[in-house]
Structures are given as structure tokens and as C-alpha cells.
């Protein structure tokens, strides 16, 4: 009876499937996509600074020196084989190392919160977002203390600015800051 029953259950969902599949949505909805924070970044070539309008404000920050090193290893000697297969002298490989510069040291400048707005309430936000997306782990407390703005880094580095000062875009992204009407 059981074996009925079940093999109806089947046969029924089965025949209910391409049902159910036209009442779903067209599509999944699209994940919302990273920003490339680096687009809002500024380096100016000299020692200038950007010009602060009354109410916006600008950081820098230091762009670290990347140094990448790529280790091979170069045969020197190939391999002596017998008549009869057998190696006679393995081949002989030296390691070559070389290194080059990926990106200068360079002083950036970016928009950020203005300082009057880093708030007690502001902060416990930033933790807030930054723990629903995982990159911080920690009780709130709104202080920017070290595992907060290492939480800011690891964010912001993902999408192209390697600082631990927020962002006005990072934190744009996250959705604690009114977007400028004009930027949409």
C-alpha cells in the first residue's frame, strides 16, 4: 500500500513540475555587483591636494609599494637515458628568481565621511553592515577601533582601494550613507 502511495506521489509531482516551473519568475534576481572603489580614487602627481567643498571631505592614504617575485626553476642539463630506458643521469635544474615592481608607493586621495558625522550611532552602523556582509566578527561597540578598520580594509581592499579609512563610496556601498542624486 505504501509502495502505492508513494509511486502516486511521484507520478503526480512529476506531472506538476513543468506546472509549477511557468508559474515561477523568469530569472533569479542579479547579486547586487562590487564596486571598483579604485575608480574614485585621485593621485595627483605632485604634493596637491584636493579642494574641499564645504561639506565633503577627503582623506589620504598611502598606497603601498607591491613587489612581485616569480620563483621557476630552468633545466641546465637534460636527462641521459640508456639504450634501454633506464636513467643514466637525471636532468639538472637551477632556480632563477626574479622580482619587479607591480605598483609605485603613492599617496591617493579619496572622499570620505566627514569627520563630524563618525559618530557613536555612525560607527555601530559601519560594524553593523561589515558583520552582515562578514568582515567583522566582533560585538558592536562604535569606536574605529583596530578590528574595525581592519573590517573597513578587507572590504574596501576587495574592491580595488587598499586603505582602512572608509570610503564615501565603501560606505555607499553598504548602504549607511544617502547617495548624491546627482551621481545616479
Not at 639504450?83 to 643521469?89: A, K
Not at 636532468?91 to 615592481?101: K, L, P, V
Not at 581592519?150 to 576587495?158: G, I, L, P
Request: overall charge negative; some cysteine.
Amino acid at each position: 500500500m505504501k509502495a502505492l502511495a508513494s509511486r502516486w506521489v511521484t507520478r503526480a509531482l512529476l506531472c506538476a513540475a513543468p506546472l509549477l516551473a511557468a508559474c515561477a519568475p523568469a530569472g533569479l534576481p542579479e547579486a547586487p555587483s562590487r564596486s571598483d572603489l579604485s575608480q574614485e580614487v585621485l593621485r595627483p602627481k605632485q604634493d596637491a591636494r584636493p579642494v574641499a567643498e564645504p561639506g565633503k571631505c577627503w582623506q589620504s592614504d598611502v598606497a603601498p609599494l607591491v613587489i612581485e617575485t616569480v620563483t621557476q626553476q630552468v633545466m641546465v642539463q637534460q636527462e641521459r637515458l640508456g639504450e634501454d630506458g633506464t636513467v643514466l643521469q637525471p636532468a639538472a635544474f637551477r632556480t632563477e628568481t626574479h622580482q619587479r615592481i607591480v605598483q609605485e608607493r603613492e599617496e591617493v586621495w579619496f572622499r570620505s565621511p566627514c569627520p563630524e558625522d563618525m559618530t557613536v550611532e555612525f560607527i555601530a552602523t559601519l560594524q553593523r553592515a561589515l558583520k552582515a556582509r562578514g568582515f567583522y566578527l566582533l560585538p558592536l561597540t562604535g569606536e574605529m577601533d583596530a578590528p574595525t578598520r581592519d573590517a573597513v580594509h578587507r572590504f574596501q581592499t576587495e574592491r580595488g582601494l587598499d586603505s582602512p579609512t572608509l570610503s564615501l563610496a565603501a560606505a555607499r556601498e553598504l548602504g549607511i550613507v544617502a547617495t548624491d542624486l546627482d551621481q545616479l
